[in-house]
């Protein structure tokens, strides 16, 4: 079920014990891809594992804001603090430790996302503060291949679910995500090794491609949800 959609009494009656907290970002990704890719494909796997699942689930309203200034000079990024993204979830936790929930599975679909959430789930569980546990789910290491910025499987995915707001792919300036150099980080922002933003090549995704890779990413959220129980 999903929380946006349904009455206080929906609720009651379903008594969910797992809730699904789709994570994403509002940022650029290259000249082809919406900027709110990483909600909209994190948004879709909750959905869509929500259903499939044998997990007594709910998915909670997507978060659309992630951690993300590193893609600020581009137009359109919208980025909060690790600390502000922190604060928030935690008391999205604080607000469900009353309900039926007890299982919070964050699905996040934004890699600057992921050392935030990751801690706030180990200190939920080192917490007596909080009657339920979390988790850190993400699609992009659910997947065998490697998954660029706006780069093939991305785009791919974006257009098995939303083509009609996806342009013609485009090859970035940059092939993999290289702002390292001898272990130190020496690029701090995306435009000083990718002009257009986009990290690998997406000319040459499909939709069919996008649906096997979303099919696969699915299939382990439910399988991690199965493991969780």
């Known amino acids: 079920m999903q929380l946006e959609t349904s009455s206080w009494t929906d609720v009651e009656d379903a008594a969910p014990t797992t809730a699904l907290l789709p994570v994403g970002s509002t940022e650029q990704h290259g000249p082809h891809a919406p900027v709110g890719t990483d909600t909209i494909i994190a948004?879709?796997?909750?959905?869509?594992a929500d259903g499939e699942s044998t997990a007594d689930s709910v998915v909670l309203p997507a978060l659309p804001v992630g951690v993300a200034p590193y893609h600020g000079h581009f137009p359109g990024t919208l980025s909060v603090s690790s600390e502000t993204l922190r604060?928030?979830?935690?008391?999205?936790l604080e607000s469900l430790s009353a309900s039926s929930v007890e299982t919070v599975v964050f699905v996040n679909g934004h890699g600057g996302n992921g050392g935030t959430l990751g801690n706030l789930a180990r200190e939920v569980a080192d917490s007596s503060e909080f009657d339920l546990e979390a988790f850190l789910w993400e699609w992009m290491r659910a997947v065998d291949d490697h998954v660029g910025h706006a780069g093939e499987l991305e785009t791919a995915v974006l257009l098995h679910l939303c083509p009609e707001e996806v342009g013609d792919p485009v090859a970035g300036d940059a092939l993999e995500w290289d702002d390292t150099v001898d272990g130190g980080v020496v690029h701090r922002f995306t435009e000083g090794f990718s002009e257009n933003g986009a990290v690998g090549d997406a000319t040459g995704a499909t939709a069919e491609q996008g649906e096997a890779v979303f099919e696969t990413a699915v299939d382990a959220l439910c399988s991690f949800l199965d493991r969780i129980e």
């Open 87 to 92: 604060s928030y979830v935690r008391d999205v």
């Open 43 to 48: 948004r879709a796997i909750a959905e869509t």
